[in-house]
């Protein structure tokens, strides 16, 4: 893990990729935090990579393999393949794009979304626990220990 979150790069990239500003970051917020993060030299090439290539729009989903004529369909192909598996219809899929695949709206990835969701709250709550002080119960009252 980079020591500038990657969950918080995931979530800045995701909104400016959309074009959005973000909830808690105003525009220069999130380029200065971005600028950080992909000049820190502890954070791994592949992870700078991979930001770069979703904030030009150009991670290679179904939405964006159908822009430049390497594929027909734009539904969620995971979404296909886990409503297979269930039995349900694959008619009226999603668009496959950078954002619903990193969102727990995917049938495909709700499961491992949850889980990184999961893991992250987990390690917030303990780190949290570990933080304070004995009068406190903050930790205690907000991760239901």
């Given amino acids: 893990m980079c020591e500038l979150g990657q969950s918080k ?3 800045i990239t995701l909104h400016m990729a959309r074009g959005r500003q973000t909830s808690c970051y105003g525009k220069k917020e999130s380029r200065a935090f971005l600028g950080k ?3 820190n030299p502890r954070v791994p090439w592949r992870h700078k990579r991979r930001e770069m290539l979703a904030i030009a729009g150009i991670i290679p989903v179904s939405k964006w393999l159908a ?3 390497q594929r027909s369909d734009v539904s969620c192909r995971l979404c296909k393949k886990a409503r297979e598996q269930h039995g349900a219809s694959t008619g009226n899929l999603p668009e496959e794009t ?6 727990a709206f995917c049938g495909g990835m709700a499961t491992t979304v949850m889980a990184a969701h999961h893991f992250i709250w987990r390690h917030l709550c303990a780190s949290m626990q570990t933080a304070q002080t004995p009068t406190s119960n903050f930790a205690s009252q907000v991760c239901h220990t």
């Fill in 9 to 11: 790069v995931i979530s």
């Fill in 37 to 39: 993060y992909l000049n």
């Fill in 67 to 69: 822009k430049i004529k």
């Fill in 98 to 103: 950078y954002g619903h695949i990193n969102s």
